[in-house]
């Protein structure tokens, strides 16, 4: 029996022999469920923000399963204009617009992301919003973030931004912050130097556009 045993499970930890999958990638209610009274009923399934095929930038895929979306050619544009008024731009979790902005030859800026399949940017450096660092050798003059939505709440942007910072301001120069408008009063809370600069939603590649009509651009007031 112990041979048997044994075998089984070699067989369940074999790529590609076993039919398990990964576990789901839960929204804030059900990694809290466990805290709540004996007999509460679960929380509804989380739904995906898009049933479109992942893009392509670059020869890079999005990956949904960490909320990476890429904004789509207009919007690339669109915000690659607002910071050409700016000197030394910086880009947090927005690598395809870093990619629009090598293409279109500007520079300097910096890219902080999570994604090292960006690293063939010459401005790119490796950043975890879960573990934020400061930057020693980049005084930039503007921020632009399209951060997660569903698993990242804006207090804990807010203290990315001190980190980043160095200082006790959340920022201390123009910020320009993609959300959802569904959740204006918490940007409001947790940013009032910010407004939503257009009735105009922002594009995304493969977005649901139930979803997409949401999400704006905030920024100085």
């Not at 893009?55 to 050619?73: C, K």
Request: charged share 20%; glycine share 4%; net charge neutral.
């Amino acid at each position: 029996m112990r041979f048997f045993s044994a075998l089984i499970i070699i067989a369940l930890l074999l790529p590609g022999r076993t039919s398990m999958q990964l576990p789901q990638r839960l929204n804030r209610k059900h990694r809290r469920h466990h805290l709540q009274p004996a007999g509460t009923p679960p929380p509804p399934p989380t739904c995906a923000a898009t049933v479109l095929a992942p893009s392509v930038l670059a020869g890079i895929t999005e990956d949904h399963a960490y909320e990476q979306f890429f904004f789509d050619a207009p919007t690339r544009a669109s915000l690659l204009s607002l910071l050409s008024t700016y000197q030394r731009p910086l880009l947090l979790c927005t690598p395809s617009l870093a990619v629009a902005a090598d293409e279109a030859g500007i520079w300097p800026y910096k890219l902080l992301d999570c994604d090292d399949r960006f690293s063939f940017l010459r401005a790119f450096q490796y950043f975890d919003l879960n573990h934020p660092s400061g930057l020693e050798d980049y005084e930039y003059d503007a921020v632009l973030c399209d951060p997660p939505f569903a698993n990242f709440e804006l207090s804990r942007l807010r203290f990315v931004l001190k980190v980043l910072s160095r200082s006790d301001e959340a920022c201390s120069v123009p910020l320009y912050l993609c959300y959802n408008g569904r959740r204006e009063e918490a940007v409001r809370k947790e940013f009032p130097q910010l407004q939503r600069l257009s009735d105009s939603p922002l594009g995304y590649e493969s977005v649901k556009s139930s979803t997409q009509k949401h999400i704006f651009l905030y920024g100085p007031k």
